[in-house]
């Protein structure tokens, strides 16, 4: 078993700034795997002296220069994180460099840079008006939905087992439902609870089923993804969450730091600097924090107080602490939130310069999530302005040089997300956009969804019922789901409209034997009133998403789905959020 990747001296390559060559003007490339990064991890260092401070002044040149020589690599590492106009600039020069190095190599996938698209062409207030409807964020499909109580867990054992599947890497996801106070808005499957108390027995079962869960698998293959998600999993002190690791190294065969990605949903107010260097320790790389809004009327609205001071403390300490990707979520149509307001949260995010950013449309669903009923409704923005803020959203972010990913998500041109898209594997499963296409995901913890081979489980979603199945020595599989053919055609079809805005007819007829205009000559014929409008095109050799539609993607991925009909806006009870 090779549990490396946990070891903290196999990370401490990362830590730390180098050292910045006294230069004038001129910048300095470094073409080599630049002190600090992991030996095998290609790289080019942008080394500038003190001028680096006023990088908007080097030349058009000398950026067009580091974004070339960066492409030819495929990625670039920058010495000083701190300051985010170089940050943007050395962005823009790779992604720009990237995207006409993939035109010049005649990539059909990339018609026009993502970088490049205005915010103007992303944003017709029009068709989000028109198209706004409830949906489904498809991070899986079958969606939740689609899962029975009838589902025989021996489906499950059989996709585990399945000696075809040797050959993938795993991923594992870890559910910490644990919250110190309840955010009003919130949607996620979390516990109140200031007992600490709590971690302990759950930490346990956690850990009985990580020995269950690896009985199924061949745990020689490498765990090349995990996430620990929430709830918050900073919850746990530092001792618990170590103990929590060195379980899963115990089980599963962890990757050292340069061949994983180990993310955490961290929320700032449960975490000091010396957490974030813990969670570094254990071999997590890469890291999200929730922040929503800054402006204190709507974080008094929302029942969660954090001022700036302590986002900015644990951004930095991200920084400091060598974490490759650092993500922020935002949401937009919280109370209280105007253009003006959530303008502001945007600067003061934007001068933090995470990698990427989640700016999320509030999902408001009160007769599901009661504590909703905390907020007053007549505080909330109106659709228009809901909108407007939305636009400003996409402005501020494209003119800081993010481009959107999709689906609520934006990085900047260098972050993974970005590179995945741009080389057309970027990947979607129950955390949202992900790099990784092929992993058996083993879902841990109460509700947790689990994705094997095609099936789909979802632990019990009450604790009383997860434990009492760990107690009896059993997975906690409640409901869950096992994909017929059609399934995963559409599965496939859907993700790749989600990630990749396009799809082409002749890898679909090569993979499943079918000619697709005849099989999906229904859907087609429905997509002719999005063509209309200028959501997609449409051709005989496949779909485009426009543009105009790429904030509507999932309207155009629910054409495909079979399952929709009594689902949409207009039901009793929404069950899924509203697209805008
Ligand atoms: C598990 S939380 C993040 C980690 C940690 N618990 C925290 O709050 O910092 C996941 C994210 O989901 C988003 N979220 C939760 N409820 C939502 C809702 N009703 N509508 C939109 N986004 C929501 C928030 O942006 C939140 O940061
Ligand atoms: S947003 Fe995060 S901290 Fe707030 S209740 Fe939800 S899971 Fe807990």
Known sequence: MDSDGCKPEQQAGLRGSPKIPQRRSTPSWTQRTPAGLPSGMPGIALEIDGAIQHAPQLSRHAWAEFGRRAADIGSYWLG???????????????GAALSRKNQGNGSARLKAPFSSLSAMSLFRPDLLTKYDAAGPR??????????????????????AADPGAASADLSLYFHIPFCDTVCFYCGCNKIATKNRAHARPYLDRLKRELV?????????????????????????????????????????RLLPDARAEYSIEVDPREASAETIGVLRDLGFNRLSFGVQDFD????????????????????????????????????????????????????TIITLAPDRLSVF????????????????????????????????????????????????????????????????????????????ADCDLIGLGVSSIGKVGDVYAQNAKD??????????????????????????????????????????????????????????????????????????????????????????VRNVAMIFDRYLGGNLAGNAKPRFSRTI
């Not at 899986?140 to 054992?157: G, M």
């Not at 745990?219 to 060195?246: C, I, K, N, Y």
């Not at 079918?514 to 087609?524: D, P």
Request: glycine share 6%; hydrophobic share 45%; proline share 4%.
């Open 361 to 436: 449309g509030y999902a408001h669903m009160p007769s599901i999530f009661k504590m909703q009923r905390q907020m007053d409704e007549a505080t909330l923005p109106s659709p228009a302005v809901r909108l407007a803020i939305l636009e400003r959203v996409i402005e501020k972010l494209t003119d800081a040089g993010y481009v959107y990913i999709g689906m609520d998500h934006f990085a900047l041109p260098h972050d993974e997300l970005a590179v995945a898209q741009r080389a057309g594997t970027l990947h979607r499963n129950f955390q949202g956009y992900s790099t990784q």
């Open 80 to 94: 000083k994180w701190g300051n985010p106009a170089l940050c943007h600039r050395a962005a823009a020069a790779f």
């Open 212 to 252: 269950l869960q690896a009985a199924c698998f061949d745990t020689t293959r490498p765990v090349s993804q995990l996430h620990w998600g929430g709830g918050t999993p900073t919850f746990l002190s530092h001792d618990e969450m170590a103990e929590l690791m060195a379980a899963t190294a115990e089980s599963f």
């Open 138 to 159: 498809y991070t899986s499909y079958p969606t939740a939905l689609q899962f029975t109580d009838t589902f025989d867990p021996a489906h499950y054992h059989r996709a």
């Open 463 to 552: 604790m009383a019922g997860y434990a009492a199945a760990i107690d009896r020595g059993e997975l906690a599989i409640a409901r869950g789901v096992q994909l017929s053919t059609d399934d995963r055609l559409r599965r496939d079809i859907i993700t790749e409209i989600m990630c990749q805005f396009s799809l082409r007819f002749d890898a679909f007829e090569a993979a499943y034997g079918i000619r697709f205009e005849a099989a999906f000559a229904s859907e087609l014929e429905r997509l002719k009133s999005l063509e209309a409008d200028g959501l997609v095109k449409v051709n005989h050799d496949g779909i485009d998403v426009l543009p105009a539609g790429r904030l509507l």
């Open 296 to 347: 204190l009327r709507v974080q008094q609205a929302i029942n969660r107080v954090q001022p700036l001071e302590t986002t900015q403390m644990v951004m930095s300490a991200a920084r400091a602490e060598g974490f490759k990707s650092v993500s922020v979520d935002l949401i937009y149509g919280l109370p209280h939130q105007n253009v003006e307001s959530f303008s502001r949260t945007l600067d």
